[in-house]
């Protein structure tokens, strides 16, 4: 298994409105497109309260590449993320990393 960690940078008082449309909308693009969700959090004790994190899980790198390049062409998904972003944009700033469970990992 290849796992996703994503961690967002979210706009002043957009924090609700992100968490809203990943409960809302962007999961369910994520399971339409065979993306396996792990994950996601947010801050309780230390970090910022602007970050956002979340995981996700493929098999490898080439189903990453196909999931992720079909969910970011959707158009249903890129209209409804165009509708929640009419006030502005909610993420200033995306990181993410690919990482590998070890051997003796639970997650293996």
Not at 47 to 56: H, M, Q, T
Not at 80 to 105: C, I
């Amino acid at each position: 298994m290849l796992y996703e960690f994503r961690y967002y940078t979210v706009n002043p008082g957009k924090m609700q409105a992100l968490k809203d449309r990943f409960g809302n909308i962007t999961t369910k693009f994520f399971e339409k497109h065979g993306i396996k969700s792990v994950g996601y959090f947010t801050n309780a004790v230390g970090g910022r309260s602007d970050e956002f994190v979340y995981i996700l899980a493929y098999k490898d790198m080439a189903h990453r590449e196909q999931a992720w390049g079909a969910f970011q062409a959707d158009a249903e998904w890129l209209s409804a993320r165009a509708a929640t972003e009419v006030d502005g944009a909610l993420v200033h700033h995306v990181e993410n990393r690919f990482m590998q469970p070890t051997d003796y990992s639970p997650l293996g």
